[in-house]
């Protein structure tokens, strides 16, 4: 499951409590821990799952690691948000981590600019794993930043498109949408007025939907948000400027921000049985691989399929591709039990029948080539459409920023302001973005 919406004045609040690790930790370039990783020995994991199947999911891999490593015990602290990780890492003592995971993965920036969690490259030589190769790339790609591996993934999550195929038939459409232009038109057929609203929608194009957000959106065009300077580039972007027309166009053609937000603010909520996708108020849902299982464990009564979430018509040939995201693993930098902590941290993202019965359980997506590949993963055909979404060449997460992912937040705002028609100038708002954005980073360094 993704990490829960923020709004951008938390989010910096809690990229802004990472910063001020940088005075507290000082990292190493090298494995310089001293402990005994067969001694007899207690860890702490953080960790933010919190349903009931997700933390029975977790402590059954913890078992499974003790059983095999008989002289570590470790001990779980479940829900921890990252506010909470953020003081925990900061403060040390004997309650803090050993070990932690995260959901933000726009935070591995901050993390690894802070030293906030240990540079894990000396621990991987040793081991001799190899990123590249026993991750999937472009996991591997989104838990490094600047060349410092401080995190490597745990499980991955896919983005895609979900669609009830009874509205579908309905509606006369033969397959999903693979081309903007297709989807667009789908949206349209798919759509019910009803009184001064809907009774039904094709689709929630708002930013304030439900993962309806510029990063996800924006994995279809291709965006290109910091230049080789790491400076804000969405001014100079064609691509930014093409998903903010894009998608303004569907607001106003499914009749304006003020129409469509009186209908979201009547949807159910977005982790709950009356989510609208389920409910059948919104007829396709971009959503993550978890969707599936949720909507199953509701009993939907149609039929629901999934794929990919359209393209661009001039980038047709990358159809197949979404964002990725997922959860993290560290080691916390004050942590004096770091080669044990290893043991744990390579245990649950390298294990393959770890991390498959792991993404099994929890229904998100292996980050491991091995795992990827094993028979024992689910054949669920709606998972599986999301597996190979995250296999995709040309699937991507956002670049790790040393501000975190407050770029993408602040994008974000001026997306919304775009989209309601308070800002007009669509040059004039990306250069403002990028104003902010490099002052934000600025400051952040």
């Avoid at 029975?56 to 078992?63: R, S």
């Avoid at 995971?101 to 991987?124: E, H, I, Q, W, Y």
């Avoid at 007829?283 to 359209?310: N, T, Y």
């Avoid at 973005?433 to 490099?438: A, G, H, P």
Wanted: net charge neutral; charged share 25%.
């Amino acid at each position: 499951m993704p990490r829960n919406r923020r709004t951008t004045a938390a989010a910096l609040a809690a990229t802004a409590a990472i910063s001020l690790l940088a005075s507290a930790c000082t990292g190493s370039a090298a494995n310089n821990a001293s402990d005994d990783p067969n001694a007899k020995t207690t860890l702490t994991f953080w960790h933010g799952w919190s349903a009931p199947s997700e933390v029975a999911a977790i402590e059954a891999n913890i078992k499974a690691f003790e059983d095999k490593h008989p002289g570590i015990t470790v001990r779980v602290v479940k829900g921890i948000t990252d506010d909470k990780l953020n003081q925990g890492l900061r403060t040390g003592g004997s309650n803090a981590p050993d070990v932690v995971s995260s959901f933000t993965t726009d935070n591995v920036g901050r993390f690894c600019s802070s030293r906030a969690l240990t540079d894990l490259k000396p621990f991987l030589d040793t081991s001799k794993i190899d990123p590249g190769k026993t991750f999937l790339p472009q996991m591997a790609k989104y838990t490094e930043h600047d060349g410092t591996r401080c995190t490597v993934p745990l499980l991955g999550d896919a983005y895609g498109l979900y669609y009830n195929k009874t509205a579908f038939e309905e509606a006369g459409i033969k397959a999903p949408p693979k081309t903007l232009s297709e989807f667009d038109a789908a949206v349209k057929k798919l759509t019910k007025p009803g009184g001064d609203g809907f009774e039904r929608l094709g689709f929630m194009p708002l930013y304030l939907g439900y993962e309806t957000t510029v990063e996800h959106y924006g994995g279809q065009f291709g965006i290109q948000y910091l230049d080789a300077d790491g400076r804000s580039n969405t001014a100079k972007d064609p691509a930014v400027k093409a998903m903010f027309a894009w998608q303004k166009k569907l607001v106003d053609d499914l009749g304006g921000f003020a129409k469509l937000n009186r209908f979201r603010t009547s949807l159910g909520d977005e982790w709950g049985p009356k989510h609208p996708f389920h409910t059948g108020r919104v007829a396709m849902q971009l959503d993550g691989e978890w969707r599936g299982k949720m909507a199953s464990d509701a009993k939907l009564p149609f039929e629901i399929g999934a794929a990919p979430f359209p393209v661009p018509d001039d980038q047709v040939a990358d159809y197949g591709k979404g964002y990725l995201s997922g959860t993290i693993l560290g080691i916390a930098s004050n942590s004096a039990k770091k080669n044990a902590a290893w043991e744990l941290v390579k245990y649950l993202s390298t294990d393959t029948d770890a991390v498959v019965s792991f993404a099994n359980a929890i229904h998100n997506v292996p980050s491991t080539v091995a795992a990827l590949k094993s028979p024992k993963l689910s054949s669920d055909p709606l998972y599986r459409t999301f597996v190979d979404i995250a296999q995709h060449p040309k699937s991507s997460h956002a670049p790790s920023s040393v501000n975190g992912g407050a770029f993408l937040l602040t994008l974000q705002d001026h997306a919304q302001r775009y989209e309601r028609g308070t800002e007009r100038d669509l040059d004039a708002l990306l250069r403002k973005n990028d104003t902010q954005v490099d002052k934000d980073n600025e400051q952040a360094r």
